[in-house]
């Protein structure tokens, strides 16, 4: 292994290119702040990618001109309600209050053609507020942040895996080292870190020890999430929060190994079992919905729709392509639908009559605004591990802090990297708050970082 001796140096440097460090390098780029953005990729693409790519936010433009009311506030209660009030309050301030600008600045300066969603709510949020790219797709988000950073000049090197964060004694890091495909190592010296790279659900031995009811699950996240942003933190004397949180999802097609979006189950879908049972109130939240699905005999679970569902879930290009890999099947009647399933017909029926707009609450607190009708659509699930919410701990302006709540001196992290609004519990995560944290995140830690810099050269 060879190694690079001259020295580069950057005024900051950021560690992933997701939407996180993608928005946190953009936010330094208005600011005249130069940056190096490094990707162990060979293409950015990491956890957005993978994601739906919606990204909730209150006061945006596109929001206030489709008539929406909404507020910071607003969508701090719904942060907060769905965490059951476990969430960092510091943190759900900042990005709450934050997303709105963030998203606002990528589409006035960066071209980002937000959309709100507003079909149909997601859990936990009061009212429309979701934004998504033309494309509605995590890879779209990726190609628009890329090919912003590009029209930008901004600096990214790909295939650039750090390796390492050196500090002095006072915890300041000054330089950090990156590993190249030909076996090289070089350095690269800097004033700031911006940690947006990963979280650790890709790391076996940190899942089981952190989020053991996901220990067997399937991993639909980024490989790249290995935890080394965890490991950096703690050599230079940082805290963790949150590490008990994650992002879950209990509609993980298989064997296709693809994302069904819920918002089939919000508009009417149900989710049954192996036996022809429900189990759950279906509309709490994909994340804990993953738990209860790997609760259930063989750990899978069917999604159980019908045309009028299948027409619009046809409108999301990821359930599109799920279809098209052979994803949904479809029966008749109920009779088919039992024997796709492998169910008793009986159990079957007696379930599916129950899913009646006439029929007060159920078991499970659900209501419905009607019934399915045959013929009837069934997606094969499992539960999914997506992306860790817990991670180094930081304050609202995004630096990371030691155990007694020190700021260290030019180290700051989000999104993956970071600890997240979530609470401590998979039950915690509300729809979207991986981009919040990640879009917000980075907004925020470019512009503290920025005014750092700004006030040492004045």
Known sequence: ???????????????????????????????????????????????????????????????????????????????????????????????????????????KHHHIPWQLLDQFLYPGHSVHRMHAVPEKTGEGLMTRLRAAADAAGV?????????????????????????????????????????????????????KQHLPAMKDAQYAGHVGNDGSAVAWGLQLGAALADMGAYQGHGSWAIPQGS?????????????????????????QGYSEAAVQVLNQPEGVAWNVFDNQLLRFAQDFPDFVAAQAAGAVKSAADVASLAAIVGCPVETLANTLSAVNP?????????????????????????????????????????????????????????????????????????????????????HIAALAVAQTISEKTR
């Open 358 to 442: 006439n029929n007060a609450k159920d078991a499970w607190g659900r209501t419905f605004k009607r019934a399915l009708e045959a013929p009837f659509h069934a997606i094969k699930v499992t539960g999914a591990l997506f992306h860790t919410q817990g991670g180094l701990n930081i304050n609202g302006q995004c630096q990371v802090l030691k155990p007694h709540g020190e700021p260290l001196p030019n180290l700051y992290a989000a999104g993956g990297a970071a600890r997240g609004v979530s609470g401590a519990e998979v039950w915690g995560y509300l729809s979207g708050n991986g981009l919040l944290s990640a879009i917000a995140g980075g």
């Open 155 to 207: 600096v990214v090197l790909t295939q650039a895996q750090v390796t390492a964060l050196h500090a002095d004694d006072t915890g300041r890091i000054n330089s950090l080292s990156y590993s190249q495909p030909d076996g090289a190592t070089s350095n690269l010296n800097c004033d700031a870190v911006i940690l947006a790279c990963n979280g650790f659900g890709g790391n076996a031995d940190m899942v």
């Open 1 to 107: 292994m060879s190694v690079v001796e001259e020295t580069i140096h950057t005024p900051v440097a950021i560690v992933g290119a997701g939407a996180c460090g993608l928005t946190a390098a953009l936010a330094l780029h208005r600011q005249g702040i130069e940056c190096v953005v490094l990707e162990r990729d060979a293409v950015p693409a990491g956890s957005t990618a993978l994601s739906s790519g919606f990204v909730p936010a209150p006061a945006t433009r596109v929001q206030k001109a489709a008539k929406v009311e909404d507020s910071p506030e607003l969508f701090a209660q719904d942060i907060q309600h769905k965490a059951h009030g476990q969430a960092a309050p510091v943190l759900v301030k900042a990005y709450s209050e934050a997303i709105g600008t963030a998203m606002d600045d990528l589409e």
């Open 259 to 283: 994302l069904i979006s819920w918002a089939l189950m919000m508009e009417g879908g149900v989710q049954i079992n192996a036996l022809g049972q429900r189990f759950h109130d279906e509309t």
